[in-house]
């Protein structure tokens, strides 16, 4: 399934095979939190961020540049 979200006034697509509530809610506040409070890497990818991809209880942060992709932790 596919969902967009709003990220730094841009649409982004959120891809996940089964929906949950906690889990969107979780990605939202800890993309709010490390667009403030994280280190230059996930800022970094937060600003070239293309996709996002919900595999069980990760985020994975698809960036422009492979390089910059990161996995977050929601739980």
């Not at 596919?2 to 697509?13: A, C, E, F, H």
């Not at 409070?37 to 991809?53: D, F, M, P, Q």
């Not at 994975?60 to 739980?75: G, K, P, R």
């Amino acid at each position: 399934m596919k969902l967009l979200i709003n990220v730094q006034d841009r649409r982004v697509p959120v891809y996940f095979t089964k929906f949950s509530d906690k889990a969107m809610n979780l990605l939202t506040q800890t993309i709010n939190r490390k667009l403030v409070n994280g280190k230059r890497a996930v800022r970094l990818c937060l600003e070239t961020l293309i996709s996002i991809e919900i595999v069980d209880n990760e985020a994975i942060l698809h960036a422009f540049n492979e390089q910059d992709t990161v996995a977050l932790s929601l739980y």
